[in-house]
């Protein structure tokens, strides 16, 4: 087992009452758990995200802590939450990372794999 890790699943929903397609307007939910599988107790610190539509346009988010929060995971524990984005394409995909500090001052990333934001029933 690894002292430094953290494990990420993430769930997207397609928010059809906060989409207006007529406008290019599709919001998705994503909920995101994080669980720390290492054998050291670490924080979350910041995130960077990496949103590419359907036309391959590229947005990068980057900012402290998730939704307020910068959790501190001992091993075994595991934090979850909810938040969303916007894309002006039906489809879309989103990966990226958390940038943490185990409680020993080790630096480390946590890869966020990616993931595809699409309305229900359009992928074959």
């Not at 207006?20 to 995200?49: C, E, L």
């Not at 346009?57 to 959790?71: A, N």
């Not at 890869?111 to 029933?121: A, M």
């Amino acid at each position: 087992m690894a002292a430094y890790e953290l494990t990420v699943t993430v769930h997207t929903q397609y928010l059809e009452d906060q989409s207006d397609p007529d406008n290019a307007r599709f919001v998705f939910a994503y909920s995101v758990t994080m669980k720390n599988t290492g054998t050291v107790a670490a924080q979350v610190i910041s995130r960077h995200w990496v949103i590419t539509d359907a036309n391959d346009h590229v947005e990068e988010v980057r900012g402290l802590g998730v939704v307020g929060y910068q959790p501190l995971l001992q091993p075994g524990e595991q934090f979850e939450y909810t938040s969303g984005t916007s894309l002006v394409t039906p489809q879309g995909t989103m990966h990226g990372e958390y940038f943490c500090v185990a409680e020993d001052g080790e630096q480390f990333e946590a890869k966020i794999p990616e993931f595809v934001l699409s309305l229900p029933r359009t992928l074959h």
